[in-house]
């Protein structure tokens, strides 16, 4: 009778424990149902604990660099400019009022540059605009407040007021703390290399010119001006690669006048300058807008290598009224030095429509630089100060200046 007992006390005991069994293995499946991620949750550990790993290492990693280079066309300073810039009350020169429109897109450069087709001989020789240029000395001190850090010399003007012309111009440039490149006033000035450290990216800046007007160079001062000479530029380009130039920007002052196309010439020569280390080419002297565009070029040992090239950015100023010599533009290029590789490379080329306008001899400002597509914009959403027949001109000049210099380059996209 006891055994009895004890059987079924044991199978009550077994009874109960299968019951709570149960119910936890039911408690377990719900839980389960409900809340699948507990099954991944030591991968999900894991997959987190990688992506922590993975975070870490690419902040470790040094971010790329990118910085912008922004370039105006020639400053051509006739006497009519110079007379709208004179304050009779001081007895002062400003320029400023002529920028004011577009000062914004080249204040925020990393470095901009412009070149300076007049000469600073000084107002005792007396001012003046063509054949043979001399400005007043605020031309310069206007266009560094504007934002513009190097001033390009070698072009067809440079001697205009002889070699003491030229010195007095570059003595005034250092005076207001303005870098130069393209004369100089020694040979040991010449063969020094215009650096910039931009953001970390050691840039060099080059300067050459056609000629001088026929202007002839002093005897024994052939270091004075720097032509164009492929020998000398190969040396130049040489000698700034040796330095540890990253970034090898020149100024080319070439081509034909009121041409609208580059020449032959210009292609040759630009094939040759990037072929030789130039990234970056400039250029200037047609007075009007001439095509832009990324070069690839063969080397030697059958290896390609692409710089870029604009053949001229017009007049960035003048008082010249031949059919496209009003329009210009503000070039932006882009470049990217890779953070891990330290390859640079030219993300993207943009560019800022401009139009020289002349408001007319009785104006207080007379002469102007007019945001083209700004006006555009403000006109066609009714917030403009401007008439119908200055939206249409600048429609017109928009439309030229487009179809001149041809589309904006992104090399980003290519990388997608």
Not at 102 to 115: F, L, P, S
Not at 209 to 230: A, H, M, Q, R, S
Not at 241 to 270: C, D, F, N, P
């Amino acid at each position: 009778m006891k055994r009895k007992k004890k059987i079924n006390k044991l199978k009550v005991f077994l009874g109960v424990m299968i019951i709570i069994l149960l119910i936890a293995i039911s408690a377990g499946i719900y839980i389960l149902v409900n809340n699948p991620d507990i099954l991944k949750g030591n991968a999900n550990n894991e997959e987190i604990n990688n992506q922590n790993e993975q975070k870490e290492e690419e902040e470790m990693l040094p971010e790329d660099t990118i910085i912008n280079i922004v370039g105006i066309g020639d400053s051509l300073c006739h006497s009519q400019n110079f007379k709208d810039a004179y304050d009779s009350e001081t007895d002062t020169y400003d320029f400023s009022p002529m920028f004011k429109n577009v000062t914004k897109y080249v204040e925020n450069a990393t470095v901009a540059v412009g070149n300076l087709e007049t000469t600073l001989a000084g107002k005792e020789r007396g001012y003046s605009g063509y054949p043979t240029f001399n400005s007043p000395d605020e031309l310069a001190l206007d266009l560094k407040e504007m934002g513009i850090d190097i001033l390009t010399t070698a072009n067809n003007h440079c001697i205009d007021k002889g070699y003491s012309g030229l010195v007095s111009t570059l003595d005034k440039l250092d005076e207001y703390g303005i870098a130069h490149t393209g004369t100089s006033r020694s040979v040991e000035e010449q063969n020094t290399i215009l650096f910039k450290d931009l953001e970390g990216i050691k840039t060099a800046f080059l300067c050459y010119t056609y000629g001088t007007n026929g202007i002839p160079i002093p005897t024994g001062k052939e270091y004075c001006v720097n032509l164009i000479d492929k020998d000398f530029m190969k040396q130049q380009l040489d000698k700034a690669k040796e330095e540890g130039a990253e970034l090898i920007v020149v100024s080319m002052h070439w081509g034909a006048e009121y041409r609208i196309k580059q020449t032959e010439e210009q292609e040759e020569l630009a094939e040759f300058l990037i072929k030789n280390g130039a990234d970056i080419i400039l250029g200037n002297h047609s007075h009007v807008p001439e095509p832009m565009e990324m070069k690839e070029v063969t080397l030697d040992d059958g290896t390609k290598r692409e710089g870029f090239v604009i053949y001229s950015m017009g007049n960035f100023f003048s008082a010249q009224t031949q059919e496209y010599t009003r329009d210009t533009l503000i070039l932006n290029v882009e470049i990217r030095k890779n953070g891990q590789t330290g390859e640079i490379t030219i993300d993207k080329a943009t560019y800022t429509p401009v139009y020289v306008y002349d408001n007319g001899s009785n104006a207080k400002d007379r002469y102007e630089l007019l945001d083209i597509e700004n006006i555009i914009s403000e006109y066609e959403n009714r917030n403009s100060q401007y008439s119908e027949s200055m939206y249409n001109l600048m429609k017109s000049e928009l439309k030229k200046i487009t179809e001149i210099v041809g589309p904006e380059i992104d090399n980003t996209i290519k990388e997608k």
